[in-house]
Nanobody
Framework: QVQLVESGGGLVQAGGSLRLSCAASGRAFSSYAMGWFRQAPGKEREFVAAISTNGFSTYYANSVKGRFTISRDNAKNTVYLQMNSLKPEDTALYYC???????????????????WGQGTQVTVSS
């Protein structure tokens, strides 16, 4: 079993920035595609960003494209989400997830991911 632990969430004003981190246990991190998802109260969990095992390929939801950047450091077993120009609509619980069998390189589908973190709260005030 792989353990994923998110950190870096908090309260920020609109237009501000946050950097989320997700630390993974084990030695197989470099074989996982990684993704970030978010869920706001009363809404379905939605895709935010994904990155391939080697970091060469990234994929973003249209709602965050140009504002958020996903990256990874395989030597540290960590994936990051840099969030700039934050909007109140970005307020949600943010989850990182690991895809053990990344046949497509990266995925925006929740069902493709095998392991999930507990989430970190991001709140953007107006």
């Amino acid at each position: 079993q792989v353990q994923l632990v998110e950190s870096g969430g908090g309260l920020v004003q609109a237009g501000g920035s946050l950097r989320l981190s997700c630390a993974a246990s084990g030695r197989a991190f470099s074989s996982y595609a990684m993704g970030w998802f978010r869920q706001a109260p009363g809404k379905e969990r939605e895709f935010v960003a994904a990155i391939s095992t080697n970091g060469f390929s990234t994929y973003y939801a249209n709602s965050v494209k140009g504002r958020f950047t996903i990256s990874r450091d395989n030597a540290k077993n960590t994936v990051y989400l840099q969030m700039n120009s934050l909007k109140p609509e970005d307020t949600a619980l943010y989850y990182c997830a690991a895809d053990r069998k990344p046949y497509s390189g990266s995925s925006g589908y929740t069902t493709d991911y095998d392991y999930w973190g507990q989430g970190t709260q991001v709140t953007v005030s107006s």
